[in-house]
């Protein structure tokens, strides 16, 4: 064995938690992914739409593109085709004209009610290795992580 293959071997405890929390992340978005491309759609648009409900069905593209993690030139690449699929429709803020904002549409809506209950079964079912206990601790460490 080499220098570098021992180096990133032995890794830091706190580097296999990490490693391993992107590692279970990118297997449950795998399966989600799969899901939303059998409907047709891929999962990114589908988080779009999500934030955008999440925030009462409408939100500026700014504060989209901060919630999604992409930047603001990176935002229009996906808002895009929800817009000419019919999903969301852009229009002039009312406060400040110079803005635009972003609103799911009726058909957005319905895409999402129709298929968000299967989805989260779909990732349930990845998730099934952990039982109740397990998942509310996991939670409460995530979030612990997520405050700093």
């Given at each position: 064995?080499?220098?570098?293959?021992?180096?990133?071997?032995?890794?830091?405890?706190?580097?296999?938690?990490?490693?391993?929390?992107?590692?279970?992340?990118?297997?449950?978005?795998?399966?989600?992914?799969?899901?939303?491309?059998?409907?047709?759609?891929?999962?990114?648009?589908?988080?779009?739409?999500?934030?955008?409900?999440?925030?009462?069905?409408?939100?500026?593209?700014?504060?989209?593109?901060?919630?999604?993690?992409?930047?603001?030139?990176?935002?229009?690449?996906?808002?895009?085709?929800?817009?000419?699929?019919?999903?969301?429709?852009?229009?002039?803020?009312?406060?400040?004209?110079?803005?635009?904002?972003?609103?799911?549409?009726?058909?957005g809506q319905q895409l999402l009610m129709e298929h968000l209950p299967n989805n989260r079964q779909t990732v349930a079912e990845g998730m099934k290795g952990l039982n109740v206990q397990e998942?509310?601790?996991?939670?409460?460490?995530?979030?612990?992580?997520?405050?700093?």
């Open positions: 064995m080499d220098d570098l293959q021992q180096y990133v071997l032995d890794q830091p405890l706190h580097t296999q938690a990490f490693f391993t929390l992107v590692e279970a992340t990118a297997n449950l978005v795998a399966i989600s992914e799969k899901y939303w491309q059998s409907k047709g759609i891929s999962g990114a648009r589908i988080r779009v739409l999500v934030e955008i409900a999440k925030q009462g069905g409408t939100i500026l593209p700014s504060v989209l593109a901060h919630k999604i993690g992409v930047t603001k030139a990176n935002i229009s690449l996906l808002l895009t085709p929800l817009e000419k699929d019919g999903y969301i429709i852009r229009a002039s803020d009312t406060l400040d004209g110079r803005k635009s904002v972003i609103s799911i549409t009726s058909a998942l509310q601790l996991l939670i409460s460490l995530l979030q612990k992580l997520n405050r700093g």
